[in-house]
């Protein structure tokens, strides 16, 4: 079944930088699309950043290019996201995704999600 393992949040202070991982099974992951995804207390769950299957092609959130990036490493199955210049706003659980829609000429239905990762920016 397809699987998605985030890690690498944590406590960071304001400036600080941390990488996520998002270790993918289940599925033959470079030929999908992905995104990473956050929540911050009490707000909704908002898009970050996403990256096409080959990695050639990216997008962020508005705000955010300068100071995150994300990434993949198809050989290893792992999609990640540098987040640098860390600021309180970004505190939040990060998720990893898999979205539905086409990928490899089969259209996939179904949207998966990782368990997500806590990242918590403060002094």
């Known amino acids: 079944q397809v699987q998605l393992v985030e890690s690498g949040g944590g406590l960071v202070q304001p400036g600080g930088s941390l990488r996520l991982s998002c270790a993918a099974s289940?599925?033959?992951?470079?030929?999908?699309?992905m995104n990473w995804y956050r929540q911050a207390p009490g707000k909704e769950r908002e898009w970050v950043a996403g990256i096409t299957s080959t990695g050639g092609s990216t997008n962020y959130a508005d705000s955010l290019s300068d100071r995150f990036t994300i990434s993949r490493d198809n050989a290893k199955s792992t999609l990640y996201l540098q987040m640098n210049s860390l600021i309180l706003e970004d505190t939040a659980v990060y998720y990893c995704?898999?979205?539905?829609?086409?990928?490899?000429?089969?259209?996939?239905?179904?949207?998966?999600w990782g368990q997500g990762t806590q990242v918590t920016v403060s002094s």
């Open positions: 995704n898999r979205p539905r829609g086409f990928a490899g000429g089969t259209y996939y239905n179904t949207e998966y």
């Open positions: 289940g599925f033959t992951f470079s030929r999908h699309s």
